[in-house]
């Protein structure tokens, strides 16, 4: 079982949809994190949050919007998604934000299908 | 992010040893971290080395680190099915904001053969 929860575990749009993905971890982390995973490839960095502040954008299409309103929320607003952003969207959560030993603790995604 | 490579795919007969090999780039990490991803699930975190150390064992996980080569290694002891999936090995980097982020490698499938 994983500490971090992600709702839904599936979620199908449509390009004209708007929908939010949502992430929650109660373990005191401060940094939270969204990755983007497509089939048979390595997890790929979206954003950082680090004390509810955006640290790091991945220079990621505006279509995706993060939001943190609390320590232990994070939510991705997605509007007007592609075909080709279907994809497993992971969130994650650290003491810290990533590295020095901090180890980030993942969620079990949220797999998208856009058609 | 830097470039971490790994092979793809490793299989192995239940009760062997399996050995996931992965290189990486920057030699400033502090730490590694080895992941272990299930079909349909997400990253679960199984262990990881502080830069410093050579070698960390934990239960049936030894990792080596050849911090002069750039090189980490996974060893598996006695490989059970349930051992099946795909393993990832993550360096840290240094952004420009002065953070630092976690980079995968590739990825390796291990299969475990009955």
């Keep these: 079982d ?6 839904p575990k599936h979620l199908v749009m449509g390009m004209t949809n ?15 994190y969204w990755y983007k ?7 790929e960095l979206m954003f950082v949050y680090s004390y509810e502040k955006l640290s790091i954008n991945e220079s990621v299409p505006s279509r995706f919007s993060p939001e943190c309103p609390n320590s ?8 007007a998604l592609q075909p080709e952003d279907s994809a497993l969207y992971l969130c994650a959560s650290s003491q810290v934000s990533s590295g020095g030993g901090s180890p980030l603790h993942f969620g079990n995604g949220t797999r998208l299908t856009v058609t | 992010g830097e470039d971490v490579e790994q092979s793809l795919f490793l299989s192995v007969r ?3 040893s399996s050995v996931i090999n ?36 934990d239960q049936r996980l030894t990792v080596l ?8 290694s996974l060893r598996i002891a006695d490989t059970q099915t349930g051992d099946s999936a795909i393993y990832f090995c993550a360096e840290t980097f ?13 990825g390796t499938r291990l299969q475990v053969q009955p």
């Design chain 1, 37 to 43: 995973q497509k089939a048979k490839k390595p997890p």
């Design chain 1, 2 to 7: 994983t500490e971090v929860t992600q709702t």
């Design chain 2, 65 to 72: 680190l050849n911090k002069k080569d750039k090189h980490l």
């Design chain 2, 22 to 57: 992965c290189t990486y780039t920057d030699s400033s990490s502090t730490y590694l971290y080895w992941y272990k991803q299930e079909p349909g699930a997400g990253l679960q975190l199984l262990t990881y080395i502080f830069s410093n150390m050579d070698m960390k064992q």
């Design chain 2, 14 to 16: 239940e009760g062997d």
């Design chain 2, 94 to 106: 240094l952004l420009d904001t002065g953070r630092r982020a976690l980079t995968f490698g590739s």
């Design chain 1, 72 to 79: 232990s929320l994070l939510n991705l607003h997605l509007h």
């Design chain 1, 18 to 32: 708007k929908k939010s993905l949502k992430c929650e971890q109660h373990m005191g982390h401060r940094a939270m």
